[in-house]
């Protein structure tokens, strides 16, 4: 089994930044693509960011991009966060997932096989 934990998360006041990572382990595997994607209560899990391993394309939600970056590790499936200019709205619970297939939708969350348990991001006002 494959298990993706993610870390980095807390509080943080507006304006502020925070970086998350996730780390996979257990069976080995190659994910093609890794993404994170957050959920608010009462809200539907929604995509933030992808990226694609084999050329390292990446995509963002319209909401975050120029303002947060995705970025592969150095070791082999760990992934980066890199969330500036943090508001409010960014709070929620941010979770990583990964796919060993190239030929998929990045922004569905039926995309990915994998997933993390999660690592709550609280931006106070």
């Known amino acids: 089994q494959v298990q993706l934990v993610e870390s980095g998360g807390g509080l943080v006041q507006t304006g502020g930044s925070l970086r998350l990572s996730c780390a996979a382990s257990g069976r080995t595997f190659n994910s093609a693509v890794m993404a994170w994607f957050r959920q608010s209560p009462m809200k539907q899990r929604e995509f933030v960011a992808a990226i694609r391993w084999l050329g390292g394309s990446k995509s963002y939600a319209d909401a975050v991009r120029g303002r947060f970056t995705i970025s592969r590790g150095n070791a082999k499936n760990t992934m980066y966060l890199q969330m500036n200019s943090l508001k409010p709205e960014d709070t929620a619970v941010y979770y990583c997932?990964?796919?060993?297939?190239?030929?998929?939708?990045?922004?569905?969350?039926?995309?990915?096989?994998?997933w993390g348990q999660g690592t709550q991001v609280t931006v106070s006002s």
């Open positions: 997932a990964a796919s060993p297939g190239y030929a998929i939708v990045v922004t569905s969350t039926t995309a990915y096989n994998y």
